[in-house]
């Protein structure tokens, strides 16, 4: 299902303290057209180098399809929705007036924040055109002071030609998670920001999609084995699926399930040394948007 979203790009709104609003992408934007469906609280923002400035693709999907390659994303990384962003255009816009997509808002960080979340990039292009996907922070009073949240970014070159993430990460469906701790000399403003670009040449496009963007306070130094900001039932189900397994061989575990997390102590075997562990911090919730 191929949802699309076209809303006017307006002013970001003010940054809530530590919070990413709707960055789990459940709510859908009430005033989008019937036929779309916009992520409620983001800022489209159109590639400033695409001829065509009023077409940005950032839509909430289910599912999809890739277009002339033979990868999907099946599923949200959790949820019922995630956010699709596309180099490609709407379907009176021709593909190649696309440069890319993008789309933000403000939130305040401290130092100590962990953001959390997961993304998939899928490309319907080919060696040595590298289009790429990733997350960034900018500062909100200085546009030139901006990085890449480190373990967002992939292209081209990372998944190969007509490819996506599943080729990298097939247990986890494609999903590739990602953690990233501001430091105390980092707190203040941003816009984060998520994106697609074309690197070269906008005929074939991209796609980078993202889900269960988060900040957490005081994440647990074990047990949080699927990243929800809290050591409880649902970690332990991991840990049970994948008990005395050995890390070292994909034919003793459980591929719906990332071994490697589960062996907290990194001995290579989820046994009762990691449970251990995650029992340390049992049933401890930590604050999250």
Same mark, same amino acid.
Request: negative net charge; aromatic residues 16%.
């Given at each position: 299902?191929?949802?699309?979203?076209?809303?006017?790009?307006?002013?970001?709104?003010?940054?809530?303290?530590?919070?990413?609003?709707?960055?789990?992408?459940?709510?859908?934007?009430?005033?989008?057209?019937?036929?779309?469906?916009?992520?409620?609280?983001?800022?489209?923002?159109?590639?400033?180098?695409?001829?065509?400035?009023?077409?940005?693709?950032?839509?909430?999907?289910?599912?999809?399809?890739?277009?002339?390659?033979?990868?999907?994303?099946?599923?949200?990384?959790?949820?019922?929705?995630?956010?699709?962003?596309?180099?490609? %255009?709407?379907?009176? !816009?021709?593909?190649?007036? !696309?440069? %890319?997509?993008?789309?933000?808002?403000?939130?305040?960080?401290?130092? %100590?924040?962990?953001?959390?979340?997961?993304?998939?990039?899928?490309?319907?292009?080919?060696?040595?055109?590298?289009?790429?996907?990733?997350?960034?922070?900018?500062?909100?009073?200085?546009?030139?002071?901006?990085?890449?949240?480190?373990?967002?970014?992939?292209?081209?070159?990372?998944?190969?030609?007509?490819?996506?993430?599943?080729?990298?990460?097939?247990?986890?469906?494609?999903?590739?998670?990602?953690?990233?701790?501001?430091?105390?000399?980092?707190? %203040?403003?941003?816009?984060?920001?998520?994106?697609?670009?074309?690197?070269?040449?906008?005929?074939?496009?991209?796609?980078?999609?993202?889900?269960?963007?988060? !900040?957490?306070?005081?994440?647990?130094?074990?047990?949080?084995?699927?990243?929800? $900001?809290?050591?409880?039932?649902?970690?332990?189900?991991?840990?049970?699926?994948?008990?005395?397994?050995?890390?070292?061989?994909?034919?003793?575990?459980?591929?719906?399930?990332? $071994?490697?997390?589960?062996?907290?102590?990194?001995?290579?075997?989820?046994?009762?040394?990691?449970?251990?562990?995650?029992?340390?911090?049992?049933?401890?919730?930590?604050?999250?948007?």
């Amino acid at each position: 299902m191929f949802i699309r979203c076209f809303i006017i790009c307006a002013v970001v709104q003010s940054a809530v303290f530590g919070v990413i609003q709707n960055g789990r992408f459940e709510v859908a934007d009430p005033n989008s057209p019937p036929y779309l469906v916009a992520p409620l609280h983001w800022t489209r923002v159109p590639h400033p180098q695409s001829n065509y400035l009023d077409d940005c693709y950032a839509s909430l999907h289910t599912d999809f399809d890739s277009p002339n390659s033979g990868w999907r994303i099946s599923h949200p990384q959790e949820g019922q929705y995630f956010v699709l962003l596309s180099t490609g %255009g709407f379907d009176n !816009v021709d593909d190649r007036n !696309v440069k %890319g997509a993008a789309i933000s808002q403000e939130v305040f960080l401290s130092g %100590g924040d962990i953001i959390m979340g997961s993304y998939f990039f899928g490309t319907t292009d080919y060696r040595p055109f590298f289009d790429f996907g990733r997350i960034t922070l900018e500062r909100t009073d200085d546009p030139n002071n901006w990085f890449v949240i480190p373990g967002t970014y992939c292209d081209v070159a990372d998944v190969d030609s007509y490819q996506s993430t599943h080729y990298i990460s097939p247990e986890t469906n494609g999903w590739i998670s990602f953690t990233y701790a501001i430091e105390p000399n980092q707190a %203040g403003s941003y816009f984060i920001k998520c994106e697609v670009i074309d690197f070269s040449d906008t005929i074939y496009p991209s796609f980078y999609a993202v889900d269960n963007l988060r !900040v957490c306070y005081g994440v647990p130094l074990y047990g949080d084995l699927n990243s929800d $900001c809290a050591v409880d039932l649902g970690d332990f189900t991991i840990l049970s699926n994948l008990w005395l397994a050995d890390c070292t061989d994909p034919n003793t575990y459980d591929p719906n399930f990332v $071994c490697a997390r589960a062996d907290i102590n990194l001995d290579n075997v989820v046994d009762p040394n990691d449970l251990i562990l995650m029992s340390e911090y049992w049933l401890t919730n930590y604050k999250a948007d």
